[in-house]
């Protein structure tokens, strides 16, 4: 379902920040960056319709991404990268994800959610238009 991003997914990538994300979507140098860092995760959908990208720092994993094309929304592909990613951290030696997450995105929370991670504090007005981030963890050992 799922596979590293390589270079030549790129200017695929950055279509879809561009769709999901507008003004604030990563540029396609910043997608670029991601996908070569050896620091990185970056995966694809076979059909390049989604992609999730997680940073490493010792035995943590941030996840920083996930998106998918509004037109293939509710196929399950958020859910399948989403495991997909942990695994892929895990096998990396990490041992939490952390991710940051808008208060009002209510799809996202209940993915999250249903995955395991828990809402461990949350940063007020980090988005623009004053929208509060929730801050999630997950124990990677307990995955699954």
Same mark, same amino acid.
């Given at each position: 379902?799922?596979?590293?991003?390589?270079?030549?997914?790129?200017?695929?990538?950055?279509?879809?920040?561009?769709?999901?994300?507008?003004?604030?979507?990563?540029?396609?140098?910043?997608?670029?960056?991601?996908?070569?860092? @050896? !620091?990185?995760?970056?995966? +694809?959908?076979? %059909?390049? $319709? *989604?992609?999730?990208?997680?940073?490493? &720092?010792?035995?943590?994993?941030?996840?920083?991404?996930?998106?998918?094309?509004?037109?293939?929304?509710?196929?399950?592909?958020?859910?399948?990268?989403?495991?997909?990613?942990?695994?892929?951290?895990?096998?990396?030696?990490? @041992? !939490?994800?952390?991710?940051? +997450?808008?208060? %009002?995105? $209510? *799809?996202?929370?209940?993915?999250?959610? &249903?995955?395991?991670?828990?809402?461990?504090?949350?940063?007020?007005?980090?988005?623009?238009?004053?929208?509060?981030?929730?801050?999630?963890?997950?124990?990677?050992?307990?995955?699954?």
């Amino acid at each position: 379902m799922s596979r590293t991003a390589t270079e030549a997914d790129v200017e695929a990538i950055a279509a879809i920040e561009r769709s999901c994300f507008g003004a604030s979507a990563w540029s396609e140098g910043l997608v670029r960056d991601e996908v070569v860092s @050896d !620091r990185h995760v970056v995966l +694809v959908t076979d %059909d390049l $319709a *989604a992609y999730a990208a997680a940073s490493l &720092a010792g035995e943590t994993a941030d996840l920083d991404r996930i998106a998918v094309l509004p037109a293939a929304r509710g196929r399950g592909l958020a859910r399948d990268l989403l495991t997909d990613l942990v695994d892929r951290v895990r096998d990396l030696g990490a @041992d !939490r994800m952390l991710l940051e +997450v808008a208060a %009002d995105n $209510a *799809a996202a929370i209940g993915l999250y959610e &249903a995955h395991g991670f828990d809402t461990i504090s949350t940063r007020r007005g980090y988005y623009a238009g004053g929208i509060d981030a929730l801050v999630m963890e997950i124990t990677i050992a307990e995955w699954r």
